[in-house]
């Protein structure tokens, strides 16, 4: 019987020895925390959003640069393909009002509980508090690394790896792997924080007072790169800005970052007006409105969001309804940088695609293959960090299956 072994317990690494499993082979799963999917279990407090109903161009297209290499994994294991899953394991799932996918429980306990039994069913192996410190002397074999200090090698026909990135680190996720990867000459982007919240210098009476307030339906745009708007609930942290609106033109907002060592989102606070539409409306002012008065009464602003055109205006609000209905159309808000990696939801950076094949093994290391956010790619919240992960593992699971046959014909394996 043909072995792998799979280093990660996530949900790439976990769907990856579910298939070797199916298909046969011997599968064993290291991780170095006490348990596995942890990270899975941590979005499920949030309802576990597991993949997104929208047509395939719109959800190609949440993966910029990558969708490319992304469409043929999706293709193979996709948003339907995860929902039946997700239903064999007697977890239904729904599509909510936005658009994602949720299953019928709202909850990643029961899913993960199904999986992990599933998996025993099939013969995977897992152990958990080891961690993997590198390859043998001849890259034959893993050394793994044990609560106790000792280090143990391990040797198997084909390897996965689906380490993740490097958010999240206390739940297992640190990013250590990519010097080893480096050292080796496989090309390793940077891991930057992805899905992050961005630091923005408030005064202090605004941060006082609105800490942890949402921005209601705004819309989001980066000053000087109109390609990318998004639109949502912002939330106002005590240091900055965050929420989806914030999380989808992340990637903008960075590559605007590392161009001018700040970055200028426009904040329209009533996206579903022009700015003649807003200017009419103020035109009816009372003679005794205060500025925030007239704003509530003329066009609905909360306090949150007049406090923001206040603290964009040093203090001051516009009386001349044009020139308020043009500041409200596109708040200046200065982003200075976003929030530490450790605070991030997921990252971007990772293996680059071109040290992979289609069928992700490393062109550098035949036998040894990679799924998930080790690799290159990022995208927003909504289902689809997880799609791909899935997608990705599922891929990584069925290559090593071919590889193995490959080798089993050569009489190698």
């Given at each position: 019987?043909?072995?792998?072994?799979?280093?990660?317990?996530?949900?790439?690494?976990?769907?990856?020895?579910?298939?070797?499993?199916?298909a046969g082979?011997?599968?064993?799963?290291y991780?170095?925390?006490?348990s596995?999917?942890r990270k899975?279990?941590?979005?499920?407090?949030?309802?576990?959003n597991?993949?997104?109903?929208?047509?395939?161009?719109?959800?190609l297209?949440?993966?910029?640069?990558?969708?490319?290499?992304?469409?043929?994994m999706?293709?193979?294991?996709?948003?339907?393909?995860?929902?039946?899953?997700?239903?064999?394991?007697?977890?239904?799932?729904?599509?909510?009002?936005?658009?994602?996918?949720?299953?019928?429980?709202?909850?990643?306990?029961?899913?993960?509980?199904?999986?992990?039994?599933?998996?025993?069913?099939?013969?995977?192996?897992?152990?958990?508090?080891?961690?993997?410190?590198?390859?043998?002397?001849?890259?034959?074999?893993?050394?793994?690394?044990?609560?106790?200090?000792?280090?143990?090698?391990?040797?198997?026909?084909?390897?996965?790896?689906?380490?993740g990135?490097?958010?999240?680190?206390r739940?297992?996720?640190?990013?250590?792997?990519?010097?080893?990867?480096?050292?080796?000459?496989?090309?390793v982007?940077?891991?930057?924080?992805?899905?992050?919240?961005?630091r923005?210098?408030w005064?202090?009476?605004?941060?006082?007072?609105?800490?942890?307030?949402?921005?209601?339906?705004?819309?989001?745009?980066?000053?000087g790169r109109?390609?990318?708007?998004?639109?949502?609930?912002?939330?106002?942290?005590?240091?900055?800005?965050?929420?989806?609106?914030?999380?989808a033109?992340?990637?903008?907002?960075?590559?605007?970052l590392?161009a001018?060592?700040?970055?200028?989102?426009?904040?329209?606070?009533?996206?579903t007006?022009?700015?003649?539409?807003?200017?009419?409306?103020?035109?009816r002012?009372?003679?005794?409105?205060?500025?925030?008065?007239?704003?509530r009464?003329?066009?609905?602003?909360?306090?949150v969001a007049v406090?923001?055109?206040?603290?964009?205006?040093?203090?001051?609000?516009?009386?001349?309804?044009?020139?308020?209905?043009?500041l409200?159309?596109?708040?200046?808000?200065?982003?200075?940088?976003?929030?530490?990696?450790?605070?991030?939801?997921?990252?971007?950076?990772?293996i680059?695609?071109?040290?992979?094949?289609?069928?992700?093994?490393?062109?550098?290391?035949p036998?040894?293959?990679?799924?998930?956010?080790?690799?290159?790619?990022?995208?927003?919240?909504?289902?689809?960090?997880?799609?791909?992960?899935?997608?990705?593992?599922?891929?990584?699971?069925?290559?090593?299956?071919?590889?193995?046959?490959?080798?089993?014909?050569r009489?190698?394996?």
């Open positions: 019987m043909s072995t792998a072994t799979v280093v990660g317990g996530g949900p790439a690494g976990l769907i990856a020895a579910e298939v070797l499993a199916k082979v011997a599968v064993t799963v991780d170095r925390m006490p596995v999917a899975l279990l941590l979005a499920g407090h949030g309802g576990l597991i993949t997104h109903s929208e047509d395939r161009d719109a959800f297209g949440r993966y910029g640069g990558s969708a490319g290499r992304l469409a043929p999706l293709d193979v294991f996709g948003p339907q393909d995860l929902r039946d899953w997700c239903a064999a394991r007697g977890e239904p799932t729904f599509v909510g009002s936005s658009g994602r996918v949720f299953p019928r429980s709202f909850r990643a306990v029961p899913l993960v509980r199904a999986w992990q039994a599933r998996l025993a069913e099939l013969g995977v192996r897992t152990e958990t508090r080891r961690q993997w410190t590198g390859w043998t002397d001849r890259r034959d074999g893993l050394r793994l690394t044990g609560p106790d200090g000792r280090t143990v090698e391990v040797a198997s026909d084909a390897v996965v790896f689906a380490l990135g490097a958010s999240w680190p739940l297992g996720s640190d990013g250590g792997w990519a010097d080893r990867f480096a050292d080796l000459g496989v090309a982007s940077p891991l930057r924080p992805a899905n992050v919240g961005m923005v210098a005064t202090g009476p605004f941060a006082d007072r609105f800490q942890g307030t949402p921005l209601k339906n705004v819309a989001l745009t980066v000053r109109p390609g990318r708007t998004a639109r949502g609930d912002a939330m106002v942290t005590r240091s900055g800005i965050e929420g989806g609106p914030v999380y033109i992340g990637a903008t907002i960075r590559d605007a590392d001018d060592g700040r970055c200028v989102l426009d904040v329209d606070l009533r996206p007006h022009t700015v003649a539409e807003l200017t009419d409306r103020l035109q002012r009372r003679p005794k409105d205060s500025g925030s008065t007239w704003l009464r003329s066009i609905g602003l909360d306090p406090a923001l055109l206040w603290d964009a205006g040093g203090g001051a609000l516009p009386s001349s309804p044009a020139a308020a209905a043009e409200v159309k596109a708040v200046p808000v200065v982003v200075t940088a976003t929030m530490p990696i450790d605070r991030a939801i997921s990252t971007a950076g990772g680059a695609w071109s040290e992979v094949d289609d069928s992700l093994m490393l062109r550098r290391l036998g040894t293959f990679v799924a998930g956010e080790m690799l290159d790619w990022e995208a927003p919240t909504g289902g689809y960090l997880l799609q791909a992960s899935f997608s990705t593992g599922v891929v990584a699971g069925q290559g090593v299956v071919a590889w193995l046959e490959r080798g089993r014909a009489g190698v394996v």
